[in-house]
């Protein structure tokens, strides 16, 4: 099966029952690229130009899994800054998957309060079934809304056709035909923090988005 099910369910978890679950959060210079790639086990590309300032944890992936974030730059520095780090909340996310654990320093770094929350749900559910994920998973369509200096607003698709659990002891892949259920329309809210850092902060999402499928 590929991976959203499972996604849907721990967004759903969390919105029905308030987790104890915590964890601090704060905070390479990012490049423009027109998708970028997470993959090896080596920095990923970061998506845009991020304040220096901010000492930004490094997210690695291993070699049979990738993301890739597609039409992010928009001329705005500001706007193409919240995208950026965005991208590094989700990289961040499926590290802790791959890591097999949700005490990495970038999960907590990229998200904060709701979203991390969901965050920690969702990873737990692959770490403790035994599983991670394997193949590349394509983001699109993004809009990005400003609210004020440190607020704002990130709708995007993601599409799962290609990427499918793997079982971590095994390496056995669940493949399956793409459904609807491959696409899913987020919507996620950020801010920005004191070291210039845009942490998500809340994330919904739509599935079976008909705007996001092929």
């Given at each position: 099966m590929?991976?959203?099910p499972t996604l849907l369910t721990a967004l759903a978890l969390t919105a029905a029952a308030a987790l104890?679950?915590?964890?601090?959060?704060?905070?390479?210079?990012?490049?423009?690229?027109?998708a970028d790639e997470a993959n090896g086990k080596s920095p990923s590309p970061s998506a845009t130009d991020?304040?220096?300032?901010?000492?930004?944890?490094?997210?690695?992936?291993?070699?049979?899994?990738?993301?890739v974030f597609e039409d992010r730059k928009t001329g705005d520095r500001t706007k193409d800054a919240v995208l950026a780090d965005s991208a590094l909340a989700v990289n961040a996310v499926?590290?802790?998957?791959?890591?097999?654990?949700?005490?990495?320093?970038a999960l907590g770094f990229y998200n904060t309060g709701k979203a991390l929350e969901s965050s920690i749900t969702f990873a737990r559910q692959y770490i403790d079934g035994?599983?991670?994920?394997?193949?590349?998973?394509?983001?699109?369509?993004?809009?990005?809304?400003?609210?004020?200096?440190?607020k704002a607003h990130v709708t995007y698709c993601a599409d799962e056709s290609k990427s499918y659990i793997k079982n971590r002891k095994t390496g056995r892949v669940e493949k399956?035909?793409?459904?609807?259920?491959?696409?899913?329309?987020?919507?996620?809210?950020?801010?920005?923090?004191?070291?210039?850092?845009?942490?998500?902060?809340?994330?919904?999402?739509?599935?079976?988005?008909?705007?996001?499928?092929?």
């Open positions: 590929n991976r959203r104890t679950l915590s964890a601090c959060g704060s905070g390479d210079d990012a490049k423009t690229t027109v991020a304040p220096a300032s901010a000492q930004r944890p490094e997210i690695t992936f291993p070699s049979d899994a990738k993301n499926d590290e802790a998957i791959f890591e097999g654990t949700t005490d990495t320093k035994g599983d991670t994920w394997t193949g590349v998973t394509r983001y699109y369509d993004y809009k990005v809304t400003l609210s004020g200096a440190d399956s035909p793409a459904t609807a259920d491959s696409y899913v329309q987020y919507n996620t809210s950020l801010a920005r923090n004191d070291q210039g850092v845009w942490q998500t902060t809340s994330i919904t999402s739509n599935g079976r988005a008909e705007a996001c499928r092929p």
